[in-house]
C-alpha cells in the first residue's frame, strides 16, 4: 500500500489582509491563534466555526480560505473542502501548496485526472516540492502508470532523501513491476529512517509472502502489528499465512475490531475478510459468512461497477469475433510460439497450472500481465472494436507489439507465460495476433469458483463484479458464454481447457497434458510445483507453495445454506 504525504500547510503564518477593514486587525490576529491551537489539537470542528467567521471578515483572503478547507478536509468533508480551495485558488492562483492539497482531496475522492493535474501545476510552481512529487507518484500507480509514478517518488528523494513515505511507496512500485530486490531495498530504507513505520512493515512481509517465505512475512505483518495493534491491512494479510484458533489473542483483537465503530469504514472491509478466514479455520462457518457478507457489501459500496455496461461488452465482443473474422485471416499475426496464455475466471486454478509450467526449466513464469489489454487498447478504436478496422498486417503488428513489451526472460527460458485471468475475454484477439501461442483455459465448478472470488479481497479493485452474489452469478454467466462461443468460431487446437477438479485427482496426468500440449519435453520437475521460488502475487499466494490438497473441491458444500442468490443465477444457466 502507497501513502501519500501531509496536508500542506501554508508557508509561514500568513498575516491579516490589509483589505479586512471589517473588524479590526487585532481582532482577526485573536481568531487566527485561536483556530491554529484548535488546529494543533486536533479540533478541526472548532476550527472549521472560526475559520467561518474568518472568511466573512476577510472574504478575499485567499489563505483564509484554504485553511478553511484544511479543517474541512481533516472532517472527511470533501466536498465543501475541494469548493473552499478552488475560490482559494480563484483569489491566489500560482500558491503551489492550494494546488496540492486540492490534488491531495480529488485523489480521495478517486477523481485521478484533475488530481494529477493540480500535482503537475503545483510542482510547475514549486519544482523541488518532495510532497507533491510523492502524492502525485500515488495517483499515476492507482491509474496503472508505474513508470511514470517510479520517476516522481525518485525526484520526492532527490529533493527529500529522508522522506520514509516516498522510499515506501517506491517500493510498492518496484514490487509491482517484479524488481523485488530493489522494492526491499527501499521498504529497509523507509525503516531505517523510520523505525515505526507499520505499513513499511506491512508492505515488505508481502513481499516476502509472494516470494514464498511465509514464516519472515508472518514476522513482518507482527511487527507492523505490534507498533499499530489497528492496522487493518496488516490484520488481513497475516489471516493470509496463518491458521487461527479461538483462543489466539489475534482472533480476539480481530472480533473487537469488527464489533467496534473506531475503524474507518475503508478499512473495516479488511477486518471483516479476516475476521472470515479466522471463523472459517475455526470451523464457525455461520459467522464466517455473515463476516463475508458484511465485508463484500461494504466493498461493494466503494465500487463503480456498471453492470449493464459489462455485460453489453461481453455481447459485443462476440458480435465482434464472429466465426467470419477467423476465416478471413487463418494465417495473421506473428508466428512466435514464445507465450503461453493461462486464462479464465479468477479463482478457477491458474495460479496452479502456471506454477506448474513455470517449474519446467524452459518456462517462465511472469505472471499477471497487463500487456495484452494495453496493446489492445493502444490505438484511436478501442477493444473489442479495433478488431474489426485491421487488416492482417494490423494483426500482425499486434503480435509484434506484444511480444515486445514481454519481460526479459532468465537464461536459459524459451518459453513465457502471462497468467492474466481476464485475458479470457481476448482469446479471438489471441487467435488473431499469435496464432501459435498456446492458450490454457482453467476450469473449475462454477459454485467453488463464485465462492472462492467471494472469500478474497482482490487489489487494485480489478474484480469488481465479485463482490455480491447475484452479481457474481450473472457475471459467470457471460463468462460461460463467451467461452462456449470461442469453442464454437475458433479451431480445435486454439485452446486447452484444464479442470482444477481433474489435476487434483490426477495430478501427473494432466501435468504432462498441460506440458505436451506446450510442446515441451516433460520434465519431473513440474511434479514438485511448490518447491519451485518464484514471486508468485495473486491471491494463491500461499496456497501454490503447498501441495495439492482435496479441500477445495466442493468447498461450497460448507455454505450451501448462504448461496441462495448465487444458485438462483447459476439455475437460470444450468450451471449449478
Same mark, same amino acid.
Given at each position: 500500500?502507497?501513502?501519500?504525504?501531509?496536508?500542506?500547510?501554508?508557508?509561514?503564518?500568513?498575516?491579516?489582509?490589509?483589505?479586512?477593514?471589517?473588524?479590526? *486587525?487585532?481582532?482577526?490576529?485573536?481568531? =487566527?491563534?485561536?483556530?491554529?491551537?484548535?488546529?494543533?489539537?486536533?479540533?478541526?470542528?472548532?476550527?472549521?466555526?472560526?475559520?467561518?467567521? =474568518?472568511?466573512?471578515?476577510?472574504?478575499?483572503?485567499?489563505?483564509?480560505?484554504?485553511?478553511?478547507? @484544511?479543517?474541512?478536509?481533516?472532517?472527511?468533508?470533501?466536498?465543501?473542502?475541494?469548493?473552499?480551495?478552488?475560490?482559494?485558488?480563484?483569489?491566489?492562483?500560482?500558491?503551489?501548496?492550494?494546488?496540492?492539497?486540492?490534488?491531495?482531496?480529488?485523489?480521495?475522492?478517486?477523481?485521478?485526472?484533475?488530481?494529477?493535474?493540480?500535482? #503537475?501545476?503545483?510542482?510547475?510552481?514549486?519544482?523541488?516540492?518532495?510532497?507533491?512529487?510523492?502524492?502525485?507518484?500515488?495517483?499515476?500507480?492507482?491509474?496503472?502508470?508505474?513508470?511514470?509514478?517510479?520517476?516522481?517518488?525518485?525526484?520526492?528523494?532527490?529533493?527529500?532523501?529522508?522522506?520514509?513515505?516516498?522510499?515506501?511507496?517506491?517500493?510498492?512500485?518496484?514490487?509491482?513491476?517484479?524488481? +523485488?530486490?530493489?522494492? $526491499?531495498?527501499?521498504?529497509?530504507?523507509?525503516?531505517?529512517?523510520?523505525?515505526?513505520?507499520?505499513? $513499511?512493515?506491512?508492505?515488505?512481509?508481502?513481499?516476502?509472502?509472494?516470494?514464498?517465505?511465509?514464516?519472515?512475512?508472518?514476522?513482518?505483518?507482527?511487527?507492523?502489528?505490534?507498533?499499530?495493534?489497528?492496522?487493518?491491512?496488516?490484520?488481513?494479510?497475516?489471516? #493470509?499465512? &496463518?491458521?487461527?484458533?479461538?483462543?489466539?489473542?489475534?482472533?480476539?483483537?480481530?472480533?473487537?475490531?469488527?464489533?467496534?465503530?473506531?475503524?474507518?469504514?475503508?478499512?473495516?472491509?479488511?477486518?471483516?475478510?479476516?475476521?472470515?478466514?479466522?471463523?472459517?479455520?475455526?470451523?464457525?462457518?455461520?459467522?464466517?459468512?455473515?463476516?463475508?457478507?458484511?465485508?463484500?457489501?461494504?466493498?461493494?459500496?466503494?465500487?463503480?461497477?456498471?453492470?449493464?455496461?459489462?455485460?453489453?461488452?461481453?455481447?459485443?465482443?462476440?458480435?465482434?469475433?464472429?466465426?467470419?473474422?477467423?476465416?478471413?485471416?487463418?494465417?495473421?499475426?506473428?508466428?512466435?510460439?514464445?507465450?503461453?496464455?493461462?486464462?479464465?475466471?479468477?479463482?478457477?486454478?491458474?495460479?496452479?497450472?502456471?506454477?506448474?509450467?513455470?517449474?519446467?526449466?524452459?518456462?517462465?513464469?511472469?505472471?499477471?500481465?497487463?500487456?495484452?489489454?494495453? *496493446?489492445?487498447?493502444?490505438?484511436?478504436?478501442?477493444?473489442?472494436?479495433? $478488431?474489426?478496422?485491421?487488416?492482417?498486417?494490423?494483426?500482425?503488428?499486434?503480435?509484434?507489439?506484444?511480444?515486445?513489451?514481454?519481460?526479459?526472460?532468465?537464461?536459459?527460458?524459451?518459453?513465457? @507465460?502471462?497468467?492474466?485471468?481476464?485475458?479470457?475475454?481476448?482469446?479471438?484477439?489471441?487467435?488473431?495476433?499469435?496464432?501459435?501461442?498456446? &492458450?490454457?483455459?482453467?476450469?473449475?465448478?462454477?459454485?467453488?469458483?463464485?465462492?472462492?472470488?467471494?472469500?478474497?479481497?482482490?487489489?487494485?479493485?480489478?474484480?469488481? +463484479?465479485?463482490?455480491?452474489?447475484?452479481?457474481?452469478?450473472?457475471?459467470?454467466?457471460?463468462?460461460?458464454?463467451?467461452?462456449?462461443?470461442?469453442?464454437?468460431?475458433?479451431?480445435?487446437?486454439?485452446?486447452?481447457?484444464?479442470?482444477?477438479?481433474?489435476?487434483?485427482?490426477?495430478?501427473?496426468?494432466?501435468?504432462?497434458?498441460?506440458?505436451?500440449?506446450?510442446?515441451?519435453?516433460?520434465?519431473?520437475?513440474?511434479?514438485?510445483?511448490?518447491?519451485?521460488?518464484?514471486?508468485?502475487?495473486? $491471491?494463491?499466494?500461499?496456497?501454490?507453495?503447498?501441495?495439492?490438497?482435496?479441500?477445495?473441491?466442493?468447498?461450497?458444500?460448507?455454505?450451501?445454506?448462504?448461496?441462495?442468490?448465487? +444458485?438462483?443465477?447459476?439455475?437460470?444457466?444450468?450451471?449449478?
Amino acid at each position: 500500500m502507497e501513502i501519500p504525504g501531509k496536508v500542506s500547510g501554508l508557508p509561514g503564518e500568513p498575516a491579516p489582509p490589509h483589505e479586512a477593514r471589517q473588524g479590526s *486587525i487585532a481582532e482577526l490576529e485573536e481568531l =487566527i491563534a485561536l483556530a491554529a491551537q484548535h488546529q494543533n489539537n486536533k479540533q478541526f470542528d472548532k476550527a472549521e466555526e472560526i475559520y467561518r467567521r =474568518i472568511v466573512t471578515i476577510a472574504p478575499n483572503w485567499a489563505e483564509a480560505h484554504c485553511n478553511l478547507a @484544511t479543517a474541512l478536509h481533516r472532517q472527511g468533508k470533501l466536498e465543501p473542502a475541494v469548493e473552499c480551495y478552488r475560490l482559494a485558488l480563484v483569489l491566489k492562483p500560482n500558491l503551489a501548496e492550494i494546488h496540492y492539497n486540492l490534488a491531495n482531496v480529488l485523489a480521495e475522492q478517486n477523481q485521478l485526472l484533475e488530481a494529477v493535474a493540480h500535482y #503537475e501545476t503545483a510542482l510547475a510552481l514549486r519544482p523541488d516540492y518532495a510532497e507533491a512529487h510523492n502524492n502525485l507518484g500515488v495517483a499515476l500507480r492507482n491509474q496503472q502508470r508505474c513508470d511514470e509514478a517510479r520517476a516522481h517518488y525518485e525526484c520526492a528523494l532527490a529533493f527529500k532523501p529522508d522522506y520514509a513515505e516516498a522510499h515506501n511507496n517506491l517500493g510498492t512500485t518496484l514490487q509491482a513491476q517484479g524488481k +523485488f530486490e530493489e522494492a $526491499a531495498s527501499h521498504y529497509e530504507s523507509a525503516l531505517v529512517l523510520k523505525p515505526d513505520f507499520a505499513l $513499511a512493515h506491512n508492505n515488505l512481509g508481502t513481499l516476502l509472502k509472494n516470494q514464498g517465505q511465509l514464516n519472515a512475512a508472518l514476522a513482518e505483518y507482527e511487527k507492523a502489528l505490534a507498533l499499530a495493534p489497528n492496522h487493518a491491512e496488516a490484520h488481513y494479510n497475516r489471516a #493470509e499465512v &496463518v491458521t487461527f484458533r479461538e483462543d489466539d489473542a489475534s482472533f480476539q483483537a480481530l472480533a473487537s475490531l469488527a464489533a467496534g465503530t473506531t475503524t474507518p469504514r475503508k478499512e473495516r472491509v479488511y477486518i471483516h475478510f479476516a475476521l472470515a478466514k479466522a471463523l472459517d479455520d475455526i470451523g464457525d462457518r455461520a459467522r464466517s459468512f455473515e463476516q463475508l457478507l458484511i465485508g463484500n457489501a461494504l466493498k461493494r459500496e466503494e465500487l463503480g461497477y456498471d453492470e449493464g455496461r459489462t455485460h453489453a461488452a461481453f455481447r459485443l465482443i462476440r458480435d465482434v469475433f464472429d466465426a467470419g473474422v477467423f476465416r478471413r485471416f487463418p494465417d495473421a499475426g506473428d508466428p512466435s510460439t514464445v507465450p503461453i496464455f493461462v486464462l479464465g475466471m479468477p479463482r478457477s486454478g491458474s495460479t496452479l497450472i502456471e506454477q506448474i509450467l513455470a517449474s519446467h526449466p524452459s518456462v517462465h513464469g511472469a505472471g499477471e500481465l497487463r500487456n495484452l489489454d494495453l *496493446i489492445a487498447n493502444s490505438g484511436p478504436v478501442l477493444y473489442p472494436e479495433c $478488431a474489426s478496422q485491421l487488416d492482417a498486417d494490423g494483426f500482425r503488428r499486434l503480435g509484434e507489439a506484444y511480444l515486445a513489451s514481454l519481460p526479459a526472460m532468465p537464461q536459459g527460458k524459451s518459453r513465457i @507465460t502471462d497468467k492474466s485471468p481476464m485475458n479470457f475475454l481476448r482469446v479471438g484477439l489471441i487467435r488473431l495476433i499469435l496464432p501459435n501461442a498456446r &492458450v490454457i483455459h482453467t476450469v473449475r465448478d462454477p459454485i467453488d469458483t463464485c465462492i472462492s472470488c467471494f472469500s478474497k479481497l482482490f487489489t487494485d479493485d480489478n474484480m469488481p +463484479f465479485s463482490y455480491d452474489l447475484a452479481e457474481l452469478g450473472r457475471y459467470y454467466r457471460s463468462y460461460s458464454k463467451l467461452m462456449t462461443h470461442w469453442q464454437s468460431v475458433l479451431p480445435p487446437d486454439s485452446m486447452l481447457a484444464v479442470s482444477y477438479e481433474d489435476v487434483v485427482a490426477n495430478f501427473e496426468e494432466q501435468a504432462r497434458r498441460l506440458v505436451d500440449y506446450c510442446h515441451l519435453n516433460w520434465d519431473d520437475r513440474c511434479l514438485s510445483f511448490h518447491k519451485t521460488r518464484r514471486p508468485v502475487t495473486t $491471491a494463491s499466494a500461499v496456497q501454490v507453495r503447498q501441495p495439492l490438497f482435496q479441500s477445495s473441491v466442493h468447498r461450497w458444500h460448507r455454505y450451501k445454506d448462504y448461496l441462495e442468490p448465487l +444458485f438462483a443465477e447459476l439455475d437460470a444457466s444450468g450451471l449449478s
